[in-house]
């Protein structure tokens, strides 16, 4: 049987799921699919996730020295298994992925193809928010600050910010967008030392960077999912999704720029939302 709150949030699914069907349109996305983070066994919530080639999710829980591997549907289930608790995660290419330990202060590599952990970068610092793109690491360190590195640990950037880095995305030019907790939308663009100020947005929590710069950003305490583009100085902010959509405390973001699918962690850790953006 299922607890109360997987119970309840079963029932938020169904709602939301419905709903989106009838109300999506508008907003040019669709739901392709959904499911209950309870299929990994009982309790379990997902913190983290991303793509991962072959149309497959790689999440990483919130407790459990572990890291699951699913369809976009949650079948054909797999899990890595780790000596810690993992933190954040991201693709590197279409044979590693990248693991953080944030009280270990290393970075890990995983295999795909294996599904084995690698070898380990350690930095000294605590290891938080990550996100790769051409070669290119950035990762969130100690308390306002974050640095550029590669899978060698050189480290190519180190950057104070004025508030903590708690999430990271970056584009394809290398410029690396973040959020504070629950603040605005800060960018360090690849050729300058100092971040800037990208949008003012409150409640900004999770980021994930989509096709053309755009950004897409959780504001889990209003129940929203916008996305933010950019024209010259003109900014853009459209209102995608939101609780008449069944978005209830939605957490961590993912984007597949081959797919165009967003990957939208909801109902507080407790249901995975697959949406086609175009």
């Known amino acids: 049987l299922r607890s109360a709150s997987a119970a309840a949030a079963f029932g938020r699914l169904q709602q939301g799921q419905a709903i989106v069907r009838l109300q999506i349109d508008q907003n040019k996305m669709y739901l392709v699919s959904s499911f209950l983070t309870d299929i990994f066994g009982k309790n379990v919530l997902i913190y983290k996730g991303c793509f991962i080639p072959k149309g497959r999710l790689l999440l990483s829980p919130l407790i459990g020295n572990n890291l699951f591997i699913c369809n976009l549907d949650g079948t054909k289930k797999e899990t890595v298994r780790l000596d810690y608790t993992p ?3 991201t693709l590197y290419d279409n044979t590693l992925a990248l693991v953080t330990s944030f009280n270990g202060r290393f970075i890990q590599t995983v295999d795909l193809t294996t599904l084995k952990p690698g ?3 350690y930095f000294g610092t605590i290891c938080g928010a990550i996100t790769s793109l051409n070669g290119r690491i950035c990762l969130s360190t100690s308390q306002n600050s974050f640095i550029i590195t590669n899978l060698n640990g050189d480290i190519l950037k180190k950057t104070t910010t004025k ?3 708690f999430d990271i995305s970056i584009n394809r030019a290398g410029d690396c967008y973040y959020t504070g907790n629950f603040n605005n939308v800060f960018v360090l663009p690849v050729y ?3 971040p800037n100020l990208f949008s003012e947005i409150s409640g900004a929590h999770r980021i994930t960077l989509g096709d053309h710069n755009c950004i897409y950003v959780s504001r889990r305490d209003s129940n929203e999912i916008i996305r933010i583009s950019k024209n010259n100085a003109e900014y853009k902010i459209d209102n995608l999704l939101n609780a008449d959509h069944g978005i209830e405390l939605p957490t961590a973001l993912s984007y597949d720029h081959e797919t165009n699918q967003l990957m939208i962690i909801n109902n ?3 249901s995975v939302h ?5």
């Open 119 to 121: 070898k380990k970068l």
């Open 163 to 165: 508030v903590d880095a």
């Open 268 to 270: 507080a850790w407790t």
């Open 192 to 194: 300058s030392e100092e």
């Open 274 to 278: 697959i949406y086609n953006t175009k």
């Open 87 to 89: 933190h954040s995660v």
